[in-house]
């Protein structure tokens, strides 16, 4: 069992910057492939980031490429997501997910992560 708390959302101006936390709790979080998903308003749950358990592999979703950066640290029990060049399209409520499988297809499909966080969100403004 882990349980997700995200934070570090909130308003910034496009082009800004933002550092989303997520904290977990239970004793096996260094085994769960940890990802980051967001939903906008009317829109379906899209992929962002996801980092395997040692944080060796990390696949991003086009539209954050080069501009986000998943990261985790497990001593910590955290994964975090540093979001630089913010657009008002990343405007969403980002997500925090954990998942005990990994592979391209897998870590892209929010219905392979077990556990969520309750979100926090984001909202870029032009």
């Known amino acids: 069992q882990v349980q997700l708390v995200e934070s570090g959302g909130g308003l910034v101006q496009a082009g800004g910057s933002l550092r989303l936390s997520c904290a977990a709790s239970?004793?096996?979080?260094?085994?769960?492939?940890m990802g980051w998903f967001r939903q906008a308003p009317g829109k379906e749950r899209e992929f962002v980031a996801a980092?395997?358990?040692?944080?060796?592999?990390?696949y991003y979703a086009d539209s954050v490429q080069g501009r986000f950066t998943i990261s985790r640290d497990n001593a910590k029990k955290m994964v975090y997501l540093q979001m630089n060049s913010l657009k008002p399209e990343d405007t969403a409520v980002y997500y925090c997910?954990?998942?005990?499988?990994?592979?391209?297809?897998?870590?892209?499909?929010?219905?392979?992560?077990?556990?969520w966080g309750q979100g926090t969100q984001v909202t870029v403004s032009s």
């Open positions: 980092i395997k358990w040692s944080g060796g592999r990390i």
């Open positions: 997910a954990a998942a005990e499988v990994w592979g391209y297809s897998d870590s892209r499909t929010s219905a392979k992560y077990g556990y």
């Open positions: 239970g004793r096996t979080f260094s085994t769960y492939a």
